[in-house]
């Protein structure tokens, strides 16, 4: 590749992935057409962050040495959804995948599988036993309770180097004390079969599984997992958004109006969370202290239907051939509102190593232009003419300068965290993060959240509205506080990140959705996510 086209492909790449995770409207819910047939397989959120459970304000002490990584499955759960709930899928792999040198492809993959035993619990009914229609057969409290009807159980295993083929260092994640094997907590089926909010509370705890992670530090291999059911954590005003943004301008860039002025649409839904907490220093590799993250899901390439299938479960179901990857979710949802419909499964099934291929919908973005369209009636009344968008290349591609982006990075679309930069307390964490650093005294007083890592808390659809629509150009002038006007190995390209290439009124730091995602429960300690919704009262 000649050095003058190399540059042009660079500065394209980096231009596209960043404007691809520039927008965040909601969870990566449903959004691509093949993923809306199989739910289960559905990646809906991605968090990564230094654990906060019990830290100090300094950042010190509790599970301050930790990382949180989150993959959320399964979306827009209702409660009451029996009387099958929401299992997993034992017929697919779920992953999450770690790159720590900044080469763009997985250095470390956790790999979950579930199996979902059947216990055939039946009644005696006259002379005969018959097999009960429900998954529980009274009151359940304890791990493997004798009343459940379906046994939930997961394996995890870490795979170093490529996902598939692994190398030295790999092997199945136990239990401290010995078994492969953990169990998940049944889903909140309701408060008769599972008592109150507490006791579910106290009940899924039994499900956190402190376990031996192989290859790692000495006396750093320990670590924690849970998978079980979830309140949904992300705030969004889901059915207005899609219905092309039916809200005003000026509610939106109304600071008045960011504390939830609108429903959070989704607060009463659940999720299924896959949750690991590993020590930082089993993640990072060598001086490298900035870890790249993303969840996948997969699942057999051919599938076989029994017209006459055998009692038991997926019993009509015969999956076969090599593992063919149908969900990918890194930044917080670069395939539901830039990726053209006719591709979406095609990101789904892409790796990041391969981003290149979707230069053409993100290197000058629709979406901007699309926001303007439907919110002013002019295509061009809110999108920055900064193109190809530079400024927005190195906070959502390769990390912020001094803050997150590694000493060499392939550009690529994943979540990047500096495990060097402390954790705060939940209740000194900034809901804009970084953003917020630039609206509030001291400068700089959060840089441990999104585009750092995700947190829970972080707001991430305002910090994208903000960095999408020219907040950060509108506040660092020529943006040189990120140095965001620079592409990092392509000398001589410069952005016109400048407030004259704003269009007046449509970028500012109060940008956002009308609803306030730190108004969401959380818990203060792992697995983070709140105690899930119960099927009834």
Same mark, same amino acid.
Not at 113 to 128: A, D, E, M, Q, T
Not at 304 to 325: D, F, I, R, V, Y
Not at 336 to 342: A, C, H, P
């Given at each position: 590749?000649?050095?003058?086209?190399?540059?042009?492909?660079?500065?394209?790449?980096?231009?596209?992935?960043?404007?691809a995770a520039?927008?965040?409207?909601?969870?990566?819910?449903?959004?691509?057409?093949?993923?809306?047939?199989?739910?289960?397989?559905?990646?809906?959120?991605?968090?990564?962050?230094?654990?906060?459970?019990?830290?100090?304000?300094?950042?010190?002490?509790g599970?301050s040495?930790?990382?949180?990584?989150?993959?959320?499955?399964?979306?827009?759960?209702?409660?009451?959804?029996?009387?099958?709930?929401?299992?997993?899928?034992?017929?697919?792999?779920?992953?999450?995948?770690?790159?720590?040198n900044?080469?763009?492809?997985?250095?470390?993959?956790?790999?979950?599988?579930?199996?979902?035993?059947?216990?055939?619990?039946?009644?005696?009914?006259?002379?005969?036993?018959?097999?009960?229609?429900?998954?529980?057969?009274?009151?359940?409290?304890?791990?493997g309770?004798?009343?459940?009807?379906?046994?939930?159980?997961?394996?995890?295993?870490?795979?170093?180097?490529?996902?598939?083929k692994?190398?030295?260092?790999?092997?199945?994640?136990?239990?401290?004390?010995?078994?492969?094997?953990?169990?998940?907590?049944?889903?909140?089926?309701?408060?008769?079969?599972?008592?109150?909010?507490?006791?579910?509370?106290?009940?899924?705890?039994?499900?956190?599984?402190?376990?031996?992670?192989?290859?790692?530090?000495?006396?750093?291999?320990?670590?924690?997992?849970?998978?079980?059911?979830? %309140?949904?954590?992300?705030?969004?005003?889901?059915?207005?958004?899609?219905?092309?943004?039916n809200?005003?301008?000026?509610v939106?860039?109304n600071?008045?109006?960011?504390?939830?002025?609108?429903?959070?649409?989704?607060?009463?839904?659940?999720?299924?969370?896959?949750?690991m907490?590993?020590?930082?220093?089993?993640?990072?590799?060598?001086?490298?202290?900035?870890?790249?993250?993303?969840?996948?899901?997969?699942?057999?390439?051919?599938?076989?239907?029994?017209a006459?299938?055998?009692s038991?479960? %997926?019993?009509?179901?015969?999956?076969?051939g090599?593992?063919? %990857?149908?969900?990918?979710?890194?930044?917080?949802?670069?395939?539901?509102?830039?990726?053209?419909?006719?591709?979406?499964?095609?990101?789904?099934?892409?790796?990041?190593?391969?981003?290149?291929?979707?230069?053409?919908?993100?290197?000058?973005?629709?979406?901007?232009?699309?926001?303007?369209?439907?919110?002013?009636?002019?295509?061009?009344?809110?999108?920055?003419t900064?193109?190809?968008?530079?400024?927005?290349?190195?906070?959502?591609l390769?990390?912020?300068?001094?803050?997150?982006?590694?000493?060499?990075?392939?550009?690529?679309?994943?979540?990047?965290?500096?495990?060097?930069?402390?954790?705060?307390?939940?209740?000194?964490?900034?809901?804009?993060?970084?953003?917020?650093?630039?609206?509030?005294?001291?400068?700089?007083?959060?840089?441990?959240?999104?585009?750092?890592?995700?947190?829970?808390?972080?707001?991430?659809?305002?910090?994208?509205?903000?960095?999408?629509?020219?907040?950060?150009?509108?506040?660092?002038?020529?943006?040189?506080?990120?140095?965001?006007?620079?592409?990092?190995?392509?000398?001589?390209v410069t952005?016109?990140?400048?407030?004259?290439?704003?269009?007046?009124?449509?970028?500012?730091?109060d940008?956002?959705?009308?609803v306030?995602?730190a108004?969401?429960?959380?818990?203060?300690?792992?697995?983070?996510?709140?105690?899930?919704?119960?099927?009834?009262?």
């Amino acid at each position: 590749m000649q050095l003058k086209t190399r540059k042009i492909f660079q500065l394209s790449l980096l231009a596209a992935a960043a404007c691809a995770a520039g927008l965040s409207l909601a969870s990566s819910h449903r959004e691509a057409p093949f993923i809306t047939t199989s739910p289960k397989v559905d990646a809906t959120d991605f968090y990564m962050f230094r654990s906060y459970e019990g830290v100090a304000a300094n950042g010190s002490g509790g599970r301050s040495d930790y990382v949180t990584l989150i993959a959320n499955y399964i979306p827009l759960q209702d409660p009451y959804g029996g009387p099958n709930y929401f299992m997993m899928d034992p017929n697919a792999l779920y992953e999450i995948h770690i790159d720590n040198n900044g080469d763009a492809t997985e250095d470390l993959t956790f790999q979950f599988r579930f199996n979902n035993k059947l216990n055939n619990v039946s009644l005696p009914i006259g002379s005969k036993q018959i097999a009960i229609p429900l998954i529980q057969a009274g009151p359940v409290a304890n791990v493997g309770d004798a009343n459940l009807n379906v046994h939930e159980t997961y394996t995890v295993n870490l795979m170093r180097g490529d996902r598939r083929k692994g190398g030295s260092g790999g092997g199945a994640v136990t239990k401290v004390g010995g078994s492969a094997t953990f169990e998940k907590p049944v889903d909140y089926i309701g408060v008769k079969t599972l008592g109150n909010a507490a006791a579910y509370a106290t009940y899924a705890g039994k499900h956190i599984h402190e376990v031996k992670i192989p290859g790692c530090p000495s006396g750093k291999d320990t670590g924690r997992v849970f998978v079980g059911q979830r %309140q949904e954590g992300f705030a969004v005003n889901l059915g207005p958004i899609f219905d092309l943004v039916n809200a005003p301008l000026s509610v939106i860039t109304n600071p008045a109006n960011i504390n939830a002025a609108a429903a959070n649409s989704i607060q009463d839904k659940n999720i299924t969370t896959l949750a690991m907490e590993v020590h930082k220093d089993c993640l990072t590799a060598g001086s490298e202290t900035v870890i790249g993250g993303w969840t996948t899901a997969s699942m057999r390439q051919g599938r076989l239907l029994s017209a006459a299938p055998a009692s038991g479960l %997926q019993a009509n179901e015969k999956p076969g051939g090599p593992w063919t %990857q149908v969900s990918r979710l890194g930044q917080p949802l670069v395939n539901e509102v830039v990726i053209g419909l006719k591709d979406k499964d095609k990101f789904n099934a892409s790796k990041p190593s391969g981003d290149g291929q979707f230069l053409d919908y993100v290197t000058h973005p629709t979406l901007p232009a699309l926001l303007g369209l439907v919110l002013t009636g002019n295509a061009a009344g809110l999108a920055p003419t900064n193109l190809p968008r530079t400024d927005l290349a190195t906070v959502f591609l390769t990390g912020i300068t001094g803050v997150n982006k590694p000493t060499t990075v392939t550009p690529s679309e994943m979540l990047r965290l500096n495990t060097a930069i402390a954790p705060l307390p939940y209740a000194s964490q900034n809901r804009l993060a970084i953003v917020g650093s630039l609206k509030t005294s001291p400068a700089g007083s959060d840089f441990a959240g999104f585009p750092n890592g995700r947190r829970p808390k972080d707001d991430v659809v305002d910090i994208a509205l903000v960095a999408m629509l020219g907040g950060l150009c509108m506040a660092n002038g020529d943006a040189d506080t990120f140095k965001l006007n620079s592409i990092p190995g392509v000398p001589g390209v410069t952005s016109a990140c400048k407030p004259s290439s704003v269009p007046a009124g449509a970028a500012s730091l109060d940008v956002h959705d009308a609803v306030d995602q730190a108004a969401v429960p959380f818990l203060a300690g792992f697995p983070y996510l709140n105690t899930p919704l119960p099927g009834s009262q």
